[in-house]
């Protein structure tokens, strides 16, 4: 089977952005803040929404399974305090529930968490083990820089992630390290300040000890792992003069990449330069680009081409990518498959 980890519901009806925008409103006067209920939306708009874009689109590419997240974009961690991230990451992760739960076969949930620049992330906690324990989440997602840009938050390494770590190997849960809105200027949102986040990620975990304290700690790197793949060189040769161990002990047992790189050479490098046991099929469809490439006449976004047509791949090594290494990364996801005979 085919695994698309890296989904987000971007098409949600548009109920949900209209209910943000009065959320929006409501910071700077109480009187328009809405009601969690007074945003309805029906199981038929659900389904609508997911039949004619995602399960459409997986249908015609040919995976089939996505692990679906609400709207990376959208999770905006820099608008208003705890309170609003709070409800706002409620109602999200609530409707990727329910589209799992119309879709069972083709969607499994995962996570925003309700984060709030300098609020400490343990007030993340609660909303974590709702998504788990109700929902059947299977992963986070985790964004390293809430304030959108102008990272006031301290490195991934800092003390202060700790509980979301001890969850996370509680509930043996990977973190996708994944930011949202850029709301500073000099970084685009998809085009730059997404690759910057990932490259920061890895750095952080290159200059410290996480990993020695959380041996099981898994980080999932998407957008093909930022600039990492392409300067891995530099990441050796930095780690070598950090005294660090080699990059495939030091952070390889716990870091994994995605394949949400939009071109062949992209992909040809990720696969020849990072370990195949490390890399997960992603596609990220919907989502940052969404238009056709006309060198090739296909989507941008559509990755399975590429995954396909990687010279250096063999059977084994696509199985990986495609199921293997997401049933490794998300044990829960494996377990939820294997109740179902798959
Ligand atoms: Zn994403």
Not at 166 to 185: F, G, L, Q, R, W
Request: proline letters at 7%; a negative charge; one cysteine or more.
């Amino acid at each position: 089977m085919i695994i698309d980890c890296h989904g987000h519901y971007t098409t949600a009806p548009d109920a949900l952005e209209a209910w943000r925008k009065r959320q929006i409103l409501g910071i700077a006067d109480p009187a328009q803040m809405p009601r969690v209920s007074e945003l309805r939306i029906s199981d038929d708009e659900l389904r609508e929404s997911i039949e004619t874009n995602q399960l459409r689109l997986m249908r015609e590419r040919g995976s089939d399974l996505t692990l679906f997240s609400p709207r990376a974009s959208f999770m905006a961690h820099h608008i208003g305090d705890f309170n609003v991230s709070s409800r706002w990451a409620a109602i999200c992760n609530e409707l990727c529930f329910r589209v799992s739960r119309l879709f069972p076969e083709y969607f499994v949930p995962v996570a925003m968490l309700p984060q709030s620049p300098r609020v400490d992330p343990a007030s993340c906690i609660p909303e974590l083990e709702r998504c788990v324990n109700e929902y059947g989440n299977v992963g986070i997602n985790l964004n390293p820089d809430p304030s959108g840009g102008h990272w006031t938050s301290p490195p991934l390494s800092d003390r202060s992630w700790y509980p979301i770590y001890e969850k996370m190997v509680e509930y043996d849960i990977p973190a996708m390290i994944h930011v949202s809105t850029s709301c500073n200027a000099c970084f685009h949102t998809t085009g730059a300040h997404y690759l910057n986040a990932d490259t920061t990620a890895f750095m952080q975990c290159l200059t410290s000890d996480l990993f020695t304290d959380f041996p099981t700690l898994k980080f999932l790197i998407p957008h093909g792992g930022g600039a990492v793949p392409y300067h891995w060189g530099r990441f050796r040769g930095l780690a070598q003069e950090l005294k660090k161990p080699l990059l495939q002990d030091h952070l390889l047992k716990n870091i994994f990449f995605d394949t949400c790189v939009y071109h062949q050479p992209g992909i040809d490098l990720l696969t020849k330069v990072i370990p195949v046991d490390n890399i997960l099929f992603a596609s990220e469809m919907i989502g940052a680009v969404r238009g056709v490439d006309p060198e090739t006449g296909y989507y941008f976004d559509d990755t399975k081409r590429y995954v396909d047509g990687a010279a250096l791949l063999d059977t084994e090594a696509r199985f990986k990518i495609y199921e293997g290494n997401a049933r490794r990364v998300f044990p829960r996801l494996d377990a939820t498959l294997k109740a179902s005979g798959k």
